[in-house]
């Protein structure tokens, strides 16, 4: 990783909402998904990445726009890097908020992106605006109408879609492969104990999972516990305990893994979260 590149990142306290201007260059970081909406633009340079099978650029006027557990990674193609701002916005918060903008909302429907690069310079200034008032701690009166503009301005971006909705092309064996590990994300799981679940061989199980969902069992159980690990951090929990308590073997195997995924130590990430002192 260039030492040229840096991370900037704060957590808002009343919406749990955090805010990242960050710069990198050459790999950014291996593919990862998070439990958050993100909402961002790219200020300079070309952020490439992958999404869903496909890959995108992003450059300056570009807004980027994923759901929580979408798998993307991100690299820089040009020389000079690439630089963005991005709130991570909680699941929960969005959709209480965005139903207190639509009483009609249907109750059996969640937010969901309509793209995930777009242009739509309304969109970027509400974002950059939010992102100020809340990375600089601004009166509560000042951080909510932020959010307000942002909120109507993210409505143009987004549509309900329906909470039980599942993709019916996805074999079975990868769902049950997929629920099972949700579950028992804490476990010393085997592909041979997916494969007895399943009814098929090893061989078969990763091909049905990897076409799925972009990634092997083996490393889609290790996002849960990153996504999981996150939380945890930004509550104050130790990331000693917490390495213990999702299954790594020690803490430098969270903090791998950790690095490669968001681009900060898991003390870096709890001490932006929580302002306890860096290394706890």
């Given at each position: 990783?260039?030492?040229?590149?840096?991370?900037?990142?704060?957590?808002?306290?009343?919406?749990?909402?955090?805010?990242?201007?960050?710069?990198?260059?050459?790999?950014?970081?291996?593919?990862?998904?998070?439990?958050?909406?993100?909402?961002?633009?790219?200020?300079?340079?070309?952020?490439?990445?992958?999404?869903?099978?496909?890959?995108?650029?992003?450059?300056?006027?570009?807004?980027?726009?994923?759901?929580?557990?979408?798998?993307?990674?991100?690299?820089?193609?040009?020389?000079?890097?690439?630089?963005?701002?991005?709130?991570?916005?909680?699941?929960?918060?969005?959709?209480?908020?965005?139903?207190?903008?639509?009483?009609?909302?249907?109750?059996?429907?969640?937010?969901?992106?309509?793209?995930?690069?777009?242009?739509?310079?309304?969109?970027?200034?509400?974002?950059?605006?939010?992102?100020q008032t809340l990375h600089q701690q601004?009166?509560?009166?000042?951080?909510?109408?932020?959010?307000?503009?942002?909120?109507?301005?993210?409505?143009?971006?987004?549509?309900?879609?329906?909470?039980?909705?599942?993709?019916?092309?996805?074999?079975?064996?990868?769902?049950?492969?997929r629920d099972y590990l949700h579950s028992?994300?804490?476990?010393?799981?085997?592909?041979?104990?997916?494969?007895?679940?399943?009814?098929?061989?090893?061989?078969?199980?990763?091909?049905?999972?990897?076409?799925?969902?972009?990634?092997?069992?083996?490393?889609?159980?290790?996002?849960?516990?990153?996504?999981?690990?996150?939380?945890?951090?930004?509550?104050?929990?130790?990331?000693?305990?917490?390495?213990?308590?999702?299954?790594?073997?020690?803490?430098?195997?969270?903090?791998?893994?950790?690095?490669?995924?968001?681009?900060?130590?898991?003390?870096?990430?709890?001490?932006?979260?929580?302002?306890?002192?860096?290394?706890?």
């Amino acid at each position: 990783m260039s030492t040229r590149n840096w991370i900037d990142l704060k957590q808002d306290a009343d919406t749990g909402i955090e805010t990242i201007r960050a710069h990198f260059e050459g790999h950014a970081y291996d593919p990862h998904w998070h439990d958050s909406y993100l909402v961002g633009f790219t200020e300079q340079g070309v952020q490439r990445f992958h999404c869903g099978r496909q890959l995108y650029d992003s450059v300056p006027g570009k807004v980027i726009l994923l759901e929580p557990g979408e798998i993307h990674d991100g690299e820089a193609p040009t020389t000079d890097g690439f630089t963005y701002s991005m709130l991570y916005l909680d699941p929960r918060w969005l959709e209480q908020e965005l139903r207190s903008l639509f009483g009609d909302a249907p109750e059996d429907c969640v937010p969901a992106m309509s793209m995930t690069v777009a242009q739509s310079p309304k969109l970027i200034f509400a974002i950059a605006s939010t992102f100020q008032t809340l990375h600089q701690q601004e009166l509560r009166i000042v951080r909510q109408t932020a959010l307000d503009y942002l909120l109507t301005q993210l409505t143009s971006q987004m549509h309900w879609r329906r909470r039980t909705e599942t993709d019916p092309r996805m074999p079975q064996v990868a769902r049950q492969a997929r629920d099972y590990l949700h579950s028992h994300l804490q476990d010393d799981v085997s592909l041979t104990d997916l494969a007895s679940l399943t009814g098929v061989d090893r061989f078969r199980l990763n091909r049905a999972f990897k076409a799925a969902f972009g990634l092997a069992p083996h490393a889609y159980l290790v996002q849960l516990r990153l996504a999981q690990a996150r939380r945890k951090l930004a509550a104050g929990e130790s990331p000693a305990l917490v390495a213990a308590g999702l299954g790594f073997a020690d803490q430098s195997h969270l903090g791998r893994w950790f690095k490669r995924a968001y681009g900060l130590t898991p003390a870096a990430y709890q001490q932006r979260c929580t302002h306890l002192p860096d290394g706890r």
